[in-house]
């Protein structure tokens, strides 16, 4: 079934620097990609997703590429606040076995004040 | 307030016993995702109901199981507890089938089997 690798496990940045987070997916007929935020203790939000008919996504510091070719997709937080440490995960949807949204790992970003 | 609602927000139990979570989608919204989240473990996705009927299972129990009622609420009943059990399960709703558009999350109960 469809399997989502995420890279880095874990992320620590200065404030004011970028923070790069990278996922990989198997299933080719994935066409969502949808970035997730969750704080301690709180649910996953949503902060940003990407169809596969685009390359480049974009929300004020927040941005997501996607290859889909080497079906990999990435975010990237620019201008990084304090406000933006928790984890983040990637997602991606995938109808194998039935529609589902299948998750990577996690990344535990901090950001350095 | 992301309009899912589940109940409750925290469960403690002893092993072997049953328990029923519940989950209220936002309105409007067909399709119900339940995962499973153990300590610092990401998000392990267990079932999906779409309408009233499974659409996808992952690596779910058979111990576990889940129903979509016809006002689109949902459960997740967990039996013959183990200790491995306790985790934060997440319900998490939204509108389509296709899966190209948000999936919103409900605040997560919190099982302790003990």
């Known amino acids: 079934g469809e399997n989502v690798e995420q890279h880095p496990s874990t992320l620590s940045v200065q404030e004011g620097d970028s923070a790069v987070i990278k996922c990989t997916y198997s299933?080719?007929?994935?066409?969502?990609f949808p970035w997730y935020k969750q704080e301690l203790g709180k649910r996953p939000q949503l902060i940003i997703d990407i169809r596969s008919n685009v390359g480049e996504k974009k929300d004020q510091r927040i941005a997501v590429t996607l290859n889909k070719t080497a079906k990999h997709f990435s975010l990237h937080i620019t201008e990084t606040q304090p406000e933006d440490s928790a984890v983040y995960f990637c997602?991606?949807?995938?109808?194998?076995?039935?529609?589902?949204?299948?998750f990577g790992a996690g990344t535990i970003l901090r950001v350095k004040s | 307030d992301s309009g899912v609602t589940q109940t409750p927000k925290h469960l403690i139990t002893a092993t072997g016993q049953r328990v029923t979570l519940r989950c209220s989608p936002r309105?409007?919204?067909?399709?119900v995702y339940w995962y499973q989240q153990s300590l610092d473990q990401g998000l392990q996705f267990l079932i999906h109901?779409?309408?009233?009927?499974?659409?996808a299972k992952g690596n779910i129990l058979e111990r576990f199981s889940a129903q979509q009622f016809p006002d689109l609420h949902s459960e997740l009943n967990l039996s013959s507890l183990e200790l491995g059990d306790s985790a934060l399960y997440f319900c998490a709703s939204s509108v389509d089938l296709e899966l190209n558009t948000e999936a919103f999350f409900g605040q997560g109960t919190r099982l302790t089997v003990v």
């Open positions: 997602a991606a949807s995938t109808r194998e076995y039935g529609n589902k949204l299948v």
């Open positions: 109901y779409y309408n009233g009927e499974e659409r």
């Open positions: 299933d080719s007929a994935s066409n969502y």
């Open positions: 309105s409007g919204d067909l399709s």
